[in-house]
């Protein structure tokens, strides 16, 4: 296994945090790379994912939790949430020393309510880091002959870069996804890591996270129908269905749980809409667009091999607008924004409405290949004249900075009337 680290975008983003709060929180999933990435810039590291010492270190933390944190700072506590009174020890330590970078700590999971209802909120003491597997140019995949930041200074011409990937690599890396120990691994075995996560958060993460016994086989038939519904708006209800349909009389309470504790393992997100009222008597569709953290959750959890997906463009359609979230996401916050979506009840839509905190922003549709580019151009057209239109009669929404079609071809251009059509293989922050 090679052990040489692997640059990370959120790198810069941790080294300026830790120059301005005490401690740095980094969360995600599990195997994403939070643990090398914090030890990156740890001088010292306590691990408490480790069972064999894990009882040890609950009894030290309930006689003298200063033998915990105690260490060259910065110190590196993994999987804090194990042990939740560090939290406040931490921050307790902060207020002692009154220094900035003397923490890091690292979560695969989100405390609950019980357990964090005597925490302190850490502002002021704590910055957060939210850690995604590695987008297509941190695994080298994507050649990076196109960055989002210069996209949005209009500092780039978009004219003839190609992309490195085809579009059978591009169906294996959106299976195989970003997960660092993949990397350097064959095809096969790259492919059943993400099976192997998929069987474990099942059959034990989820139990693990509060100890309450749960069915593996109900959290494997939501997470599947939950990739079925990859991208798109629908309803917890048409989920609920899809389990009851299957499993009988599973409570929707139960149902909700279980999404709850994949949102808390970081497997499962929402994408919250944009809402810029470009049309007064239209009922924007308010609705979070469902997606996973990494797009090889969605595979695994269809069983879906990198062939069979490539033989299946709609659905490869959609989970590949996931995959593009995710790099979009990391990218974006690196700059400084975030990523949202946008439809109306006409049926207008923008996949992605990137914001920057500079003021700037973004509409950004994505295409697996050739045949939709056409379509998605005129979407954002569409999009573009109704905010102008809006704008003659009352100046209420900014014009978007630029217009873009992310795809899964390999060659970029502009249009005449400027825009954007990147491949994701050229793609960086």
Not at 97 to 106: D, P, R, S, V
Request: hydrophobic letters at 35%; glycine letters at 6%.
């Amino acid at each position: 296994m090679n052990d040489k680290y692997i640059n990370r975008i959120v790198d810069d983003v941790i080294k300026e945090k830790l120059e301005t709060t005490g401690a740095v929180l980094i969360r995600g999933p599990k195997w994403c790379g939070k643990t090398r990435t914090g030890k990156e810039f740890a001088k010292s590291y306590l691990e408490l994912q480790d069972d064999e010492q894990l009882e040890k270190h609950k009894m030290l933390a309930g006689s003298d939790m200063s033998i915990l944190l105690k260490g060259e700072k910065p110190r590196l506590i993994d999987e804090w949430q194990v042990i939740p009174r560090i939290w406040n020890s931490v921050r307790s330590d902060i207020d002692k020393q009154n220094k900035t970078g003397l923490y890091i700590l690292t979560g695969s999971a989100t405390p609950n309510d019980e357990e964090t209802k005597n925490l302190h909120s850490g502002v002021g003491r704590f910055s957060f880091v939210d850690l995604k597997p590695m987008t297509l140019f941190e695994s080298g995949d994507s050649n990076g002959s196109i960055s989002l930041k210069d996209i949005m200074n209009n500092d780039v011409e978009v004219s003839g870069q190609t992309s490195d990937i085809d579009y059978k690599r591009l169906a294996f890396l959106t299976c195989r996804g970003g997960w660092p120990s993949t990397l350097d691994k064959s095809n096969k075995v790259a492919l059943n890591v993400v099976k192997e996560y998929i069987t474990a958060l099942c059959e034990s993460d989820i139990r693990r996270i509060d100890g309450k016994m749960r069915d593996p086989e109900i959290a494997r038939a939501i997470l599947k129908s939950y990739a079925r519904h990859v991208s798109t708006l629908e309803s917890t209800t048409t989920l609920i269905e899809d389990i009851q349909f299957n499993f009988g009389e599973v409570s929707r309470t139960t149902i909700i749980e279980y999404l709850k504790i994949f949102k808390r393992l970081y497997v499962i997100e929402e994408i919250p809409s944009w809402n810029p009222n470009l049309r007064s008597k239209t009922s924007i569709r308010t609705s979070h667009k469902k997606a996973f953290v990494d797009p090889s959750f969605a595979t695994a959890a269809l069983e879906c091999s990198p062939e069979e997906l490539a033989n299946d463009p709609k659905t490869f359609g959609f989970i590949f607008e996931n995959l593009v979230n995710r790099d979009l996401s990391v990218y974006v916050d690196k700059i400084g924004g975030h990523v949202r979506h946008y439809r109306d009840r006409h049926n207008l839509e923008c996949d992605h409405v990137i914001h920057f905190h500079n003021g700037k922003y973004g509409l950004v549709q994505t295409k697996l290949g050739t045949y939709g580019i056409e379509d998605a151009i005129s979407k954002l057209r569409e999009m573009r004249d109704l905010i102008k239109a809006k704008n003659k009669v009352k100046r209420t929404v900014k014009e978007p900075d630029f217009l873009m079609v992310i795809t899964g071809t390999d060659t970029a251009f502009t249009t005449e009337d400027g825009i954007f059509i990147v491949p994701i293989g050229c793609l960086k922050d």
